[in-house]
């Protein structure tokens, strides 16, 4: 045993409870204080926590105590119900039990309902007054609640829903009443994304004119990923059949009676072959497609054509093996081709414009957003980065700031709809109608509440509202005209 081990067994239990204090107390280093006692230094820390944990076992509330008084009034009941509705996403019945068992208070379903109905003419009116002129890129979509459509719009930079409504239809006449209105408010993008539906387009041309609909890269690659799966799943069955033929054969032949077996398992063999063979061309050329043509780092918008034209003259030259499944997607992307690849005439006018700002090749500049398609992790990425670095010396770091801030503001898919989608699900499934006055109280909450979380941390204690207008603004219920309580 060490002389601080046997200074430390020593001590009194008075001398380790002054050692803890003076620990707690910072007056004086750790180190200093276990130099002058002679004990080590986690001894000391060890009566440090010691302390600490009886200090917090002290003043520690307990399950009887007191926490705050909270004064329960009509307008903080309306509050609760409206947040345990929004907020927990509660059904009524759920509200009328929590009432009941935690507070003693009888309400009915009406009751409830006018409370909404009271809130949602308040949301509207906030909803209709909003300045939609920030909104540079729109997506549009159509969302289902049963069979009923619901018309989406949402900002692609900051998520801000400026559209959400309930239709009977969802044609081009629809479509064009719902983006009038959301004109009157000051929408006028540059463009929108939105996928295939011939309503809401024909419904945006009749309403916006002239402004650019480009196409949604998200729907078409599920759509081309579904046929590549669909396809590996058949050669799998043919792979299955085969085989299992070819057991029959082998047992056939034990017997002497396996000639009869023998058409069937070559035309097994055929199918399988083909089957397979038609299974990996046609993911190859999804692949393709995916990662080199609707990817955002990629080639001018000259060549993504060439290449695009060529997965389609690929895809209909063996359109013949599985008609059905394959002319869907061949017929999609031959019609959609300049507004799937409308994101790259974008990019292609940013690259131009950093080359111009920074006084650097146009080709480098490209290099650099090509740059990005692969993992910082790599060594591919450092060796490019370094080669890249030598050739534009002091504009580098500049050009590279500008390309990864010009693709972040390039949505090619109007996913933030589907996201939308998602958190509407969870309340949607909730009530058997919708109804405009509750879709405006959805649209008001989703736009005023903060997040919580988000994988773009700019966004983080921020509201779609406050990202859009770029303006801070009072709480949610604040809004609706109510008090929230604070702690004294």
């Given at each position: 045993m060490?002389?601080?081990?046997?200074?430390?067994?020593?001590?009194?239990?008075?001398?380790?409870?002054?050692?803890?204090?003076?620990?707690?107390?910072?007056?004086?280093?750790?180190?200093?204080?276990?130099?002058?006692?002679?004990?080590?230094?986690?001894?000391?820390y060890r009566q440090k926590q010691k302390a600490a944990e009886a200090l917090d076992e002290?003043?520690?509330?307990?399950?009887?105590?007191?926490?705050?008084?909270?004064?329960?009034?009509?307008?903080?009941?309306?509050?609760?119900?409206?947040?345990?509705?929004?907020?927990?996403?509660?059904?009524?019945?759920?509200?009328?039990?929590?009432?009941?068992?935690?507070?003693?208070?009888?309400?009915?379903?009406?009751?409830?309902?006018?409370?909404l109905q009271s809130a949602a003419a308040q949301a509207r009116t906030i909803n209709r007054s909003q300045n939609l002129s920030a909104i540079r890129v729109g997506l549009h979509d159509e969302i289902f609640q049963g069979s009923m459509p619901v018309l989406a719009g949402v900002d692609a930079a900051s998520t801000y829903c400026y559209l959400l409504a309930d239709a009977e239809h969802r044609d081009a006449d629809t479509w064009a009443v719902h983006l009038l209105d959301a004109n009157a408010q000051g929408f006028d993008p540059d463009h929108t994304i939105a996928d295939a539906g011939q309503g809401l387009r024909s419904g945006q041309k009749a309403a916006l004119g002239e402004t650019p609909c480009h196409g949604d890269v998200f729907h078409i690659q599920k759509q081309c990923e579904s046929l590549a799966n669909v396809l590996a799943r058949v050669a799998m069955g043919a792979t299955s059949r085969r085989k299992a033929l070819d057991a029959k054969m082998d047992a056939a032949k034990e017997k002497c009676c396996g000639n009869t077996l023998s058409t069937p398992l070559t035309l097994a063999r055929q199918t399988e072959k083909q089957a397979c063979q038609l299974a990996r061309d046609v993911k190859t050329l999804i692949h393709w497609l995916a990662h080199d043509i609707l990817a955002l780092a990629g080639p001018v918008l000259e060549e993504r054509q060439v290449?695009?034209?060529?997965?389609?003259?690929?895809?209909?030259?063996?359109?013949?093996?599985?008609?059905?499944?394959?002319?869907?997607?061949?017929?999609?992307?031959e019609k959609q081709r300049d507004d799937l690849l409308a994101f790259a005439g974008v990019l292609d006018e940013k690259l131009a414009g950093i080359a111009q700002d920074?006084?650097?090749?146009?080709?480098?500049?490209?290099?650099?957003?090509?740059?990005?398609?692969?993992?910082?992790?790599?060594?591919?990425?450092?060796?490019?980065?370094?080669?890249?670095?030598?050739?534009?010396?002091?504009?580098?770091?500049?050009?590279?700031?500008?390309?990864?801030?010009?693709?972040?503001?390039?949505?090619?898919?109007?996913?933030?709809?589907?996201?939308?989608?998602?958190?509407?699900?969870?309340?949607?499934?909730?009530?058997?109608?919708?109804?405009?006055?509750?879709?405006?109280?959805?649209?008001?909450?989703?736009?005023?509440?903060?997040?919580?979380?988000?994988q773009r941390p700019e966004r983080v204690g921020k509201s779609p509202k406050e990202l859009m207008t770029g303006q801070s603004h009072s709480h949610w219920l604040e809004l609706l005209g109510f008090t929230r309580f604070q702690l004294p």
């Open positions: 060490n002389s601080s081990s046997s200074v430390a067994a020593n001590l009194s239990n008075d001398a380790r409870k002054g050692l803890a204090i003076l620990s707690l107390s910072k007056a004086e280093p750790i180190a200093r204080l276990a130099g002058r006692e002679g004990v080590s230094r986690q001894f000391v002290a003043f520690a509330a307990k399950g009887d105590d007191v926490l705050f008084h909270l004064p329960v009034t009509e307008a903080w009941l309306n509050q609760l119900t409206l947040a345990l509705i929004l907020i927990c996403r509660s059904s009524y019945r759920g509200v009328i039990e929590l009432l009941r068992d935690l507070f003693n208070i009888s309400i009915s379903v009406g009751t409830i309902h006018n409370r290449l695009f034209d060529f997965i389609v003259a690929e895809l209909r030259h063996r359109e013949h093996l599985d008609p059905p499944r394959i002319r869907p997607v061949h017929t999609a992307l920074c006084d650097a090749r146009l080709h480098l500049v490209r290099d650099v957003c090509l740059l990005q398609r692969k993992p910082p992790s790599s060594t591919a990425y450092w060796q490019r980065w370094n080669l890249l670095y030598k050739k534009l010396g002091g504009k580098f770091q500049r050009v590279v700031d500008a390309v990864v801030d010009a693709m972040k503001n390039i949505p090619r898919a109007s996913s933030l709809v589907e996201n939308l989608n998602s958190r509407l699900r969870n309340y949607f499934f909730l009530r058997r109608q919708l109804g405009a006055p509750y879709l405006n109280l959805l649209q008001f909450f989703l736009n005023h509440r903060t997040f919580l979380r988000s």
